[in-house]
């Protein structure tokens, strides 16, 4: 007999092996694998909560001051009498005011101010100026697949456990300087802290969370297949969990159609005529801002598990995923003209870890004469395509997929490199293989 997946039991089954890894187990690291929102930040708060309450000081390492404030807040919200530490910079303003109001949370430009304190939180780039401290017993660094290792090297000193917690998929770890000298070499400064401490210490135990709450069951199989092959999850809803329905009839345009076939089944594929063109291809970002704007006009209401009645998709729940900051400056620039205001309009690695009810993306290889490395990043497809609780709408022109079989990888194969899979020519073809099933072709 078949057993019913129940989510909320293998998340919780997921949980309780991590803290006891943690609290419990004798490595000096764990490490936790989670896919797009599968409660990465309640994990490192509960973990946060349940070391402090053990009588264990804590650092937590974010790699923003965002995520840094959010951590901070979530932690005031679960146990207002806990006394928490915010070591910031010494700028002009260097943290979020909401944590003036914050009676438990200590700030200070200065570690030694924040001595004693049950928990305190930075981001890397400040703990890396921290010096001359006793070392914490226990560190939570947060999405440590962002963190370059050489950041991880600055700061081990000052924890000796730790527990990594990140998202395997999304983009890696930034560095405006080449690193191809150190190309294969364990030590490698712009990989991953993760990759390069599991190289050193492939001992360490490994954990990842099974469940996405975020997804819902249309995107989280292609989610998972395309970009999480090792690491596969489900959704934490069902079909018919989310509804996403319109007020007002379609108008028999494309971005209307393109729309009423993302509301049925999750996701939508809005094609223009193919066509080689600038960055900022002009029909292109008209077309996702006229997809916005009658989303809007046509008074979207989601359905969810979060909530008996049906929920307005107002501005503030619908996001623009581009792949060019000078793209979503067109698209913020088109959106104004049609008199939107209030939506999310961002690159990639200005949107990771947020979540929206709808979102809209320009498709990263839309009108390119070629496909570079950059655009074919695994990671950039994969945060564009896992910000949505209901629909992605994706914008694109034709011919993806001849260039993609035009242009096969011509990266330099380094020798000792473990090869990135999936690749991001195989992430895109199953990517679009499964949009051409929702395509509404367009011409403006």
């Known amino acids: 007999m078949s057993t019913v997946f129940d989510p909320g039991a293998a998340a919780a089954r997921a949980t309780g092996a991590i803290l006891d890894d943690t609290l419990h187990g004798g490595s000096r690291g764990v490490v936790v694998d989670s896919p797009p929102g599968a409660g990465k930040s309640t994990l490192v708060v509960r973990a946060a909560l349940e070391l402090a309450a053990a009588g264990h000081p804590l650092m937590v390492i974010a790699q923003t001051n965002a995520q840094v404030d959010d951590l901070v807040v979530r932690l005031a919200e679960k146990d207002p009498e806990l006394p928490v530490g915010r070591l910031h910079s010494s700028d002009s303003d260097p943290y979020d005011k909401v944590l003036d109001g914050l009676a438990n949370v200590t700030k200070s430009a200065k570690a030694a101010d924040l001595a004693g304190l049950d928990v305190v939180i930075s981001t890397a780039a400040k703990w890396a100026h921290v010096k001359n401290v006793e070392p914490w017993g226990h560190a939570i660094v947060d ?224 009108g390119r004469p070629d496909a570079t490395a950059f655009h074919l990043e695994t990671g950039r497809l994969c945060v564009l395509a896992s910000r949505h609780r209901h629909a992605c709408v994706v914008v694109c022109r034709e011919g993806v997929a001849d260039l993609l079989d035009e242009h096969p990888s011509t990266e330099p194969v380094q020798l000792g490199v473990t090869v990135k899979f999936p690749d991001g020519w195989e992430a895109n073809h199953a990517v679009l293989a499964h949009l051409a099933e929702h395509k509404v072709r367009w011409k403006p």
């Open 143 to 366: 999405e440590a697949y962002q963190m370059r290792s050489d950041a991880l090297l600055a700061v081990a000193g000052l924890f000796e456990r730790a527990l990594f917690v990140g998202d395997p998929g999304q983009l890696d770890p930034f560095s405006i300087v080449g690193a191809d000298q150190w190309a294969g070499l364990s030590y490698d400064p712009s990989a991953s802290a993760v990759s390069t401490l599991l190289a050193h210490n492939p001992e360490l135990p490994q954990h990842r969370l099974p469940v996405s709450w975020r997804l819902p069951a249309s995107a989280a199989p292609l989610v998972s297949d395309a970009f999480y092959p090792y690491t596969p999850f489900r959704s934490g809803t069902d079909h018919g969990d989310r509804k996403l329905s319109f007020g007002v009839a379609s108008d028999g345009s494309g971005p209307d159609r393109v729309l009423d076939e993302a509301a049925e089944s999750g996701w939508g594929l809005l094609e223009l005529p193919a066509r080689h063109t600038p960055r900022t291809d002009p029909e292109a970002v008209r077309a996702v801002a006229l997809v916005v704007r009658r989303l809007l006009d046509r008074g979207g209401v989601a359905t969810s598990e979060r909530a008996e009645e049906p929920v307005p998709v107002t501005a503030d729940r619908v996001a623009v995923g581009t792949a060019h900051r000078d793209q979503a400056a067109a698209v913020r620039a088109a959106l104004a003209e049609l008199g939107v205001t209030g939506v999310a309009v961002d690159t990639a690695n200005r949107l990771q870890g947020r979540e929206f009810d709808v979102t809209v993306v320009l498709h990263p290889l839309s």
